[in-house]
């Protein structure tokens, strides 16, 4: 992690940040040391929202994988879709949606197909959190016929909700979570998910800001990395 005191900018010879771009923003004086030092920055698996701030960005494609999430159950004729999620990361007294809330809400909208009611979102995205949100879920009677949740622990706990409750998992609802991990395989029914390479995002962050120093390049770029739908038992194909 970089030592955010900004004395010691000059110690570096360039920058990667990780994680979610206004989180920086809040320590005013580290922000213009950055802008200030002129050292090549990348951000990894997010979009530097700063005009002031020429930088590289190394994103996973959200937008890309919320509609392969989308397709799938379209093609298997799911006449209702819903989304589990959080409520997004508060900073500098604003909440910051998640995009693949964001996508989910854009895409399902040109469908004609988003419905409010099968939106569901709590502050965290941890497994005791899904398990509670889906038993709340269940007993208002609001489960649609497929959801996708924003990831895969979360989502562990939905699936722990249902088991308790009998609902059938995917003969009642069908679930997909996001990034693959571990776990994912070896809950029962395997979880369906979209496998994130935040390695490769890892990587290439490193490698494109190593190739800046190189070519001392200055315009940003922005490189999108692909990801790839596991089906499983949740959601089998």
């Known amino acids: 992690m970089l030592d955010t005191n900004a004395s010691k900018i000059s110690d570096y010879q360039g920058l990667i940040f990780v994680g979610y771009s206004t989180l920086w923003y809040q320590k005013k004086v580290f922000r213009q040391a950055v802008l200030d030092s002129g050292l090549p920055v990348v951000c990894a698996d ?3 929202k700063d005009g002031s701030l020429t930088a590289d960005c190394v994103i996973n494609d959200f937008k890309q994988a919320v509609k392969k999430v989308i397709n799938i159950f379209l093609k298997k004729g799911f006449d209702s879709i819903g989304y589990m999620g959080t409520y997004g990361l508060e900073a ?3 909440i910051h949606r998640d995009e693949r ?3 989910f809400r854009q895409i399902m909208k040109s469908l ?4 409010e009611k099968n939106i569901y979102l709590c502050p965290s995205n941890h497994t005791q959190l899904g398990y509670e949100l889906g038993k709340e879920i269940i007993r208002k009677g609001r489960l649609p016929r497929a959801v996708f949740v924003e990831n895969d622990t979360m989502a562990i ?3 722990k909700a249902l088991k308790e409750e009998k ?3 995917p003969g009642d609802v069908a679930i997909v979570g996001c990034n693959d991990d571990q776990v994912a395989s070896f809950v029962t029914p395997g979880l369906s998910t979209v496998k994130l390479h935040n390695d ?3 990587m290439m962050a490193a490698k494109t800001l190593m190739e800046c120093l190189y070519t001392k390049r200055e315009q940003g770029l922005k490189i999108i990395v692909p990801n790839q739908l596991i089906l499983r038992e949740s959601c089998p194909e």
């Open 157 to 159: 706990g939905f699936l």
């Open 112 to 115: 004609g197909k988003y419905d």
């Open 46 to 48: 997010f979009h530097l």
């Open 92 to 94: 500098n007294g604003k």
């Open 200 to 202: 490769l995002v890892g």
């Open 167 to 169: 609902i059938s998992v």
């Open 101 to 103: 809330f964001l996508y």
